[in-house]
């Protein structure tokens, strides 16, 4: 089974700043990676697929890229809404394991 | 509007039997494969089972493997788990998704004497 791990687990930083999430499979996926959203007591949001690109309707803040085995997660200015817990996701083969979570808290 | 709607959470005792369900409403429901995926309070998202939009193919994670069965009925639009067997540690929020894009708001199934 290809694993995913992502870092950091956690980040603190403030509405404004760029901060970028890492997610390492152990395998190669190509590109068959996935980026989600989680809020509390909410269900995932799906965010970025094929590694880059955007879901409709996320707004362009956030960007995607990476192949092979290293992808990154970018918010460009953080937002007050984008306090949350954010997982990454391969989908090239089952079983389609999930990182373990990055939790963005504010600083 | 895409909707996924589970129901058929609960509690049961460790060893017991449950089957969750899952509505999907407007997209055509015969089209897409359909995962489920669970989180433990507290926890990280764990992919447990996947199923083809015909039904003909199914995938397990290794931890449910041998427990649990995903179906589904595409002429009533519903996807279902049957979990056996269940232990304490399935103790989880059960997700159904649509393949990687639109999920449900989870059904709590709890596991507990």
């Known amino acids: 089974d290809i694993q995913m791990t992502q870092s950091p687990s956690t980040l603190s930083a403030s509405v404004g700043d760029r901060v970028t999430i890492t997610c390492r499979a152990s395998e190669d996926i190509v590109t068959w990676l996935a980026w989600y959203q989680q809020r509390p007591g909410k269900a995932p949001k799906l965010l970025i697929y094929?590694?880059?690109i955007l879901e409709g309707g996320v707004p362009s803040r956030f960007s995607g890229s990476g192949s092979g085995t290293e992808f990154t997660l970018t918010i460009s200015s953080l937002q007050p809404d984008d306090f949350a817990t954010y997982y990454c996701?391969?989908?090239?083969?089952?079983?389609?394991?999930f990182g373990q979570g990055t939790k963005l808290e504010i600083k | 509007d895409v909707q996924l709607v589970e129901s058929g959470g609960g509690l049961v005792q460790p060893g017991g039997s449950l089957r969750v369900s899952c509505v999907g409403s407007?997209?055509?429901?015969?089209?897409?494969?359909m995962n489920w995926v669970r989180q433990a309070p507290g926890k990280g998202l764990e992919w447990i089972s996947a199923i083809s939009n015909t039904g003909t193919s199914t995938y397990y994670a290794d931890s449910v493997k041998g427990r649990f069965s995903i179906s589904r009925d595409n002429d009533k639009n519903s996807l279902y788990l049957q979990m056996n067997s269940l232990r304490v540690e399935d103790t989880a929020f059960y997700f159904c998704a649509r393949d990687i894009t639109y999920w449900g708001q989870g059904i709590l199934v709890t596991v507990s004497s």
């Open positions: 094929k590694a880059s």
């Open positions: 407007g997209y055509p429901f015969s089209h897409y494969s």
């Open positions: 996701q391969h989908y090239i083969s089952y079983p389609y394991t």
